[in-house]
């Protein structure tokens, strides 16, 4: 059975930082790219970052250099660095696993984490 796992979330004031988990298992992690995704109230969910099986990463414009995605292949954990966070970011946040065909260039199959809340505010 695969899990994501994801842990980390909660209240943080503005300005403040937090760091999100997720923790996958009955995958083989490294075959697999990670992303973040987040679902503001009110809004479509959205992409926030994306590591590749191989360590690269990328972020949404609205995020970068305030946001930092990495992965520890030997735990099965991905991690996302929040940080100088604003009421903005306030959202679920959903951890999620693509296994990307790179010859079809398309996703196989994904898997997704449950999504914990973060909330930005004083």
């Known amino acids: 059975q695969v899990q994501l796992v994801e842990s980390g979330g909660g209240l943080v004031q503005p300005g403040g930082s937090l760091r999100l988990s997720c923790a996958a298992s009955?995958?083989?992690?490294?075959?697999?790219?990670m992303y973040w995704y987040r679902q503001a109230p009110g809004k479509s969910r959205e992409w926030v970052a994306h590591?590749?099986?191989?360590?690269?990463?990328s972020q949404t414009s609205s995020v970068k250099g305030r946001v930092t995605d990495s992965r520890d292949n030997f735990n099965n954990t991905v991690y996302l660095q929040m940080n100088c966070q604003q009421p903005e970011a306030t959202a679920v946040y959903y951890c999620?696993?693509?296994?990307?065909?790179?010859?079809?260039?398309?996703?196989?199959?994904?898997?997704w984490g449950q999504g914990p809340q973060v909330t930005v505010s004083t």
């Open positions: 590591i590749t099986k191989v360590g690269i990463t």
């Open positions: 999620n696993a693509a296994y990307f065909d790179y010859n079809s260039q398309e996703v196989e199959h994904e898997y």
């Open positions: 009955g995958i083989t992690f490294g075959d697999y790219d």
